[in-house]
């Protein structure tokens, strides 16, 4: 089975990437409606007589919808709590003050000291005491608040409340007409002791009942019905006619995504999307086989299809104005400038050196530049954004080659994954170099200084380059690193007769 799946693997493999591609893409399609009239804010409407072709909502413009949620901000109720235990509490600890207090007094003026408290404390807790950081949430004293007595919810005049700077008034209002001195200083000293207030803010309760407020804003006001005038021909798009104008192109988009033809559309779409991929596959298979036969070259095809659509849809979602600027064949021009960059720079410096042609170019492009990333590679470039000089390398799959034992499947792939993905010891020096006019200016150094940056934060501590001629001077870079001669070709001539 296993074997089976090996030699049809290829196939396979082409299919799961027509799928993927196919779903990517269609993913990335607009999912709302495209309305049929263009129309501007102020200016005359140029199509005919637009009449209701069905009952649809006139939405509220987001100014309206602020300028609700801002008055209902506004007035809305502020909740107070109420500890109705407090008062209870209050009333045992001035009763225990006073029985301290009177412990060698009369019974008489005991009850002197306790009939003149229990009014003073009745008289604060009347309707509340509430604490001092409360105060700030109201912001109009003659406002009605929302006091939360357990279950139940009273309205009351926030200057009904006891505030703090109330309290030694009220206090000394009462003592007032006490003659004995001595009492009215002990009832002062502990009433002002033990009075707490009883009433705070309830910011939980205030901010639950006000999202409950902002719920209930209606996003719509009236409704066109079906044959109803919209506008006429002529007309100026403006005020209320626009925002109708908007509420029909709302409900139209809508009508078109319904639940009943959600599933059409996209199926259409996914329709759409393979046709236009499978051309393409047919197309290479067709005229050009030896792409199609390596699955590496139609991933970096495929893959570049869709990078264009994403650059796309990301333009049109957010400015569609820029539509013209997506670099739609900015990959090729890219790739041949940096082949045209490797060829300057060795042209004149490495002996026997042969030039890329261009179908080189292509193909180097097709199973190569799709490897490469930031992690072990570097391209610089001057002040003029031209290619200064380029270092292509990658983690060595040498090991992982011989773990695989010429077998990819069924633990091959892993260790190949394995060695590009995660960190190796190796790499492997692809095409390094220097654009000529930067040659032996300081470039070439900074140039090795961020490769071995990249090198050590990738994990690597041997780097092994491409078999290099022995003149060639470029080779002479080496000699600033401990390096020694890996393996070693000779070329021989022989003459026969």
Excluded at 114 to 126: A, F, M, P, T, W
Excluded at 447 to 468: C, H
Aim: charged share 25%; glycine share 4%.
């Amino acid at each position: 089975m296993i074997k089976k799946i090996y030699q049809n693997s290829i196939p396979i493999y082409k299919v799961i990437l027509f799928l993927i591609t196919t779903i990517f893409i269609v993913y990335l399609f607009p999912k709302g409606g495209k309305f049929k009239y263009e129309y501007t804010q102020g200016k005359p409407w140029l199509y005919d007589n637009l009449y209701a072709p069905f009952d649809f909502a006139i939405h509220k413009t987001e100014n309206e919808i602020n300028e609700e949620k801002k008055q209902i901000k506004q007035h809305a109720k502020l909740y107070f709590l109420i500890s109705e235990n407090k008062k209870n509490e209050v009333l045992n600890k001035f009763k225990s003050k006073i029985d301290l207090l009177t412990s060698n007094k009369s019974s008489k003026s005991k009850k002197k000291y306790l009939s003149v408290g229990e009014k003073i404390i009745n008289k604060v807790y009347q309707n509340g005491f509430v604490d001092d950081k409360s105060l700030s949430k109201v912001t109009n004293n003659e406002s009605i608040i929302a006091l939360r007595k357990g279950n139940s919810v009273e309205e009351i005049p926030f200057l009904k409340l006891i505030t703090t700077n109330k309290i030694l008034p009220l206090i000394k209002e009462e003592i007032s007409n006490l003659s004995d001195e001595e009492v009215k200083g002990n009832l002062l000293s502990v009433l002002l002791e033990i009075l707490q207030p009883n009433v705070s803010f309830d910011a939980n309760f205030t901010e639950k009942e006000l999202n409950q407020s902002l719920k209930t804003i209606s996003l719509t006001k009236g409704k066109v019905s079906q044959n109803e005038k919209i506008i006429l021909k002529g007309d100026i798009v403006e005020g209320k006619t626009f925002n109708v104008l908007e509420s029909f192109k709302n409900a139209s988009q809508s009508q078109i995504w319904s639940d009943a033809n959600y599933y059409w559309i996209v199926f259409g779409y996914t329709l759409l999307v393979s046709l236009a991929l499978l051309m393409l596959l047919l197309f290479i298979k067709q005229y050009r086989p030896e792409i199609f036969a390596v699955n590496n070259k139609i991933t970096f095809i495929f893959f570049n299809v869709f990078i264009m659509f994403l650059a796309q849809t990301l333009v049109i979602k957010y400015n569609a104005d820029y539509l013209y600027i997506v670099p739609m064949i900015i990959l090729p021009i890219v790739i041949k400038a940096f082949f045209d960059a490797y060829n300057e720079s060795f042209s004149k410096s490495v002996y026997n050196f042969i030039p890329f042609t261009d179908k080189e170019i292509e193909e180097e492009a097709e199973e190569v530049l799709s490897y490469i990333n930031d992690k072990t590679s570097i391209v610089a470039f001057d002040e003029n954004n031209d290619l200064a000089a380029f270092g292509v390398s990658f983690p060595s799959i040498s090991k992982a080659l011989q773990k695989t034992k010429g077998k990819l499947f069924p633990l091959g792939w892993y260790h190949l994954w394995k060695a590009v993905k995660f960190k190796n010891d190796t790499i492997d020096l692809m095409i390094v170099g220097t654009v000529p006019k930067w040659q032996n200016k300081g470039v070439s150094a900074i140039l090795d200084t961020e490769m071995s940056k990249r090198y050590i934060s990738a994990g690597a501590v041997w780097g092994i380059t491409n078999p290099q001629i022995e003149t060639n001077i470029a080779a002479n870079a080496w000699e600033k690193y401990d390096a020694e001669p890996y393996m070693r070709r000779r070329c021989y001539i022989k003459n026969i007769d």
